[in-house]
């Protein structure tokens, strides 16, 4: 069975009107972002439609490998900053940081508030499920859509799939969750931050960002053969070496200079407020999209 330009196999998916679809086959449970007519751009919603889906596979002890992908023609083109649904002045309870609601609070405490739960946050808590998470990427993976593909464990990527992180164009050093230099290298990350320049699936092969890259019609199949080998593996197994990969990046600075960069970002977001063109720097979605 296909399903909005990406796929599925076995089980059914939920109603096309949610936000994330979920379903298990073989061990496997895939978690589907389905916001298509806006490039699977990340709302609130979707954010903690996401977090329901991870908890439910992590509570199912038949589920032994998560997938995450995009229904549509994309991956994720990133965070909501510009649809009809976008509701950043919307309530949910905190789920990934201990701090008071953002809503209703003024200026720079807001954005603190919000970006601290529901943008670094929740990928630091999706970092660690302690099931093996594989990102199946095709089509855009763009700043927020990054952040997603990064904390998952590994990465197949058709392709056509494409990468950037351009928010440098509002003035800000990078998106929230700040792996760029563990996960593209030094080097690497300042060219990308630099240019805000797109990088192929190949490119981010060669330096180490994507496990496989394989042709958009066999995305599917490679992904699911790839989770049914690791799902045959022990699971407190599994999870015990996700962990210890997982610590070792930390003890390497992936979490001390995530919250350095932090500082910054909200820095940058504060500059730009006081400059008069708003904390995006005056950049709306129409305008970043005809930059990539």
């Not at 909005?4 to 979920?22: A, E, H, I, L, P």
């Not at 464990?153 to 929230?176: C, K, Q, T, Y």
């Not at 080097?187 to 180490?208: N, S």
Request: proline fraction near 4%; include cysteine; hydrophobic fraction near 40%.
């Amino acid at each position: 069975m296909r399903a909005n330009g990406v796929g599925s196999k076995g089980g059914q998916m939920q109603n096309n009107s949610d936000v994330v679809t979920y379903q298990v086959a073989d061990g496997v449970a895939t978690v589907m972002m389905n916001r298509p007519q806006y490039r699977n751009a990340q709302n609130s919603a979707m954010t903690y439609a996401l977090d329901d889906a991870f908890t439910r596979a992590v509570d199912d002890d038949d589920v032994r490998v998560i997938v995450l992908c995009g229904s549509g023609e994309h991956f994720s083109a990133g965070h909501d900053i510009g649809t009809p649904e976008r509701d950043h002045h919307v309530h949910y309870k905190n789920r990934a940081a201990l701090w008071w609601d953002h809503v209703g609070k003024p200026a720079g405490d807001q954005r603190f508030a919000r970006e601290t739960e529901v943008y670094l946050g929740m990928c630091r808590r999706w970092r660690e499920i302690p099931k093996p998470v594989i990102a199946m990427v095709h089509g855009a993976c763009i700043a927020g859509g990054l952040m997603l593909a990064w904390v998952c464990d590994l990465i197949v990527a058709a392709d056509d799939a494409f990468f950037s992180d351009p928010v440098l164009r509002m003035g800000i050093p990078g998106v929230e969750y700040f792996a760029h230099p563990w996960v593209l290298g030094p080097r690497f990350a300042k060219e990308a931050l630099y240019t805000g320049d797109r990088f192929t699936a190949q490119r981010a092969y060669e330096v180490g960002m994507v496990n496989r890259v394989v042709p958009r019609d066999r995305l599917l199949d490679e992904t699911l053969t790839l989770a049914s080998r690791i799902a045959a593996m022990p699971t407190f197994g599994l999870a015990l070496a996700k962990r210890a990969v997982n610590q070792c990046e930390d003890q390497m600075g992936l979490r001390s200079g995530m919250d350095a960069v932090f500082g910054l970002h909200h820095f940058a977001h504060a500059h730009n407020a006081e400059m008069g063109n708003g904390s995006l720097g005056g950049v709306d979605i129409q305008s970043m999209r005809g930059k990539l």
